[in-house]
Structures are given as C-alpha cells and as structure tokens.
C-alpha cells in the first residue's frame, strides 16, 4: 500500500456508467480509514450518456477542484473519456481505464470517428508513469452485471496501490453503503478489477 496519503483522484465516463456511485464509495472509503477527503462532480447531459467528470482528493485539499497536470491518479470508464482526460494528469501519474469503448451516436451512425485503442494507450503511456487498460464491462458481467464495472475500476485502482488504503477497505465500505442484494456482485468485481491489476504487472 502507498506511504502517500495526498492524493488527487481524477475520475471520467459517460452517463450510466456509475462514475458518481464510485467517486462516492471512494470517497466514503477514505473516510472509513480517517482521511480527511473532498470531492466533487461535475454531469452536462449524463442521462443522454454524456460525459461525467468528478475528483476524489484525499489527505486535506481544501478545494475539490482539479487543475491540469494535477491528478495523482485517473481513472476512465471509457477509453475515450480517458485521452480527453489525460491533461489533467500530474507528471509520474498513473491511469487505470477501461479498455471498453461505448460509441457515442455519432459514431454509431457512421459520421464520426473516435481513435482505436491502441492509439489511445500510446498516447496515455507517453504522459503516464504507470498505466493498465482492463476490460472492466467484461469484467462487470463476470460478476454478475456489466454496472459493476466501475467497481471494477476501483479495486484495480486499489492494486495499483496508490490509495493510503486497500481492498479491505474497499470492500468493507461497499458492504457498509451499498444495498446488501448487491453486495455479492460488487465485491466479486473489485476482486476481479485488482486481479486484472496484480496479472498486469505479473506479466
């Protein structure tokens, strides 16, 4: 676990994805271990599945804001949403996205064009320190509903082992503010969001 309790969280999706839910259990989670914690959110247009920005900060920042090249750590449930995030990103960040791209409507009806995700994993590996790209949509549904994708996201985020706090932790304040009928499913998937984690640097 990092020695580092100062740590600015910058999170990134599209509407439906649950960026909110998990900015919340980060949040709550750091709390649980006695950090002091802000955040905030911003949504435009979320319920039509438009982008949705939000940042955890951890070990006493007095404004939830974050500036570019601030972000300790960001974290995209969607890999588009990810590369137009990366200037936020600090030098020596780290990025943990899904690989999982949800195509807007432009793309779906042909008249768009979004860059392929190999194109955007060079471009995150040229600003980022350390970076993995898991399927976490996959991995939501291996669980039990592909929505847990973004718990996913967060126990990748705690292998990663940049948080001031693990899995534990994590897992603990899902049982805590989370519905108990969905339990099952979202500690599942943190478990397969930090394996996916612990695999990458195996590897």
Do not use: W
Not at 4 to 14: A, K, N, Q, S, Y
Not at 109 to 122: F, Q, T, Y
């Amino acid at each position: 676990m990092s020695q580092t309790i100062r740590t600015r969280v910058f999170l990134t999706g599209v509407g439906g994805q649950g960026t909110l839910t998990a900015t919340k259990i980060l949040a709550q989670a750091a709390l649980g271990e006695g950090l002091a914690v802000t955040a905030g959110e911003i949504h435009g247009m979320a319920q039509r599945g438009g982008v949705v920005e939000s940042t955890v900060l951890v070990g006493g920042y007095r404004s939830p804001r974050i500036a570019h090249g601030e972000a300790h750590v960001l974290l995209g449930f969607e890999p588009l949403e990810t590369l137009r995030a990366l200037p936020y990103l600090a030098p020596g960040g780290l990025v943990i996205s899904s690989s999982e791209a949800i195509a807007t409507i432009g793309v779906s009806r042909g008249k768009e064009s979004c860059p392929d995700l190999s194109a955007i994993e060079k471009a995150v590996r040229a600003c980022a320190a350390q970076s993995y790209f898991i399927p976490a949509i996959s991995l939501g549904k291996a669980a039990g509903a592909p929505q847990a994708a973004n718990m996913v996201l967060l126990g990748a985020l705690c292998a990663a082992e940049r948080l001031p706090f693990g899995l534990a932790r994590l897992a603990e304040t899902i049982r805590a503010r989370m519905n108990p009928k969905l339990h099952d499913i979202n500690l599942k998937a943190i478990e397969l969001g930090a394996k996916a984690v612990c695999d990458a640097k195996a590897a």
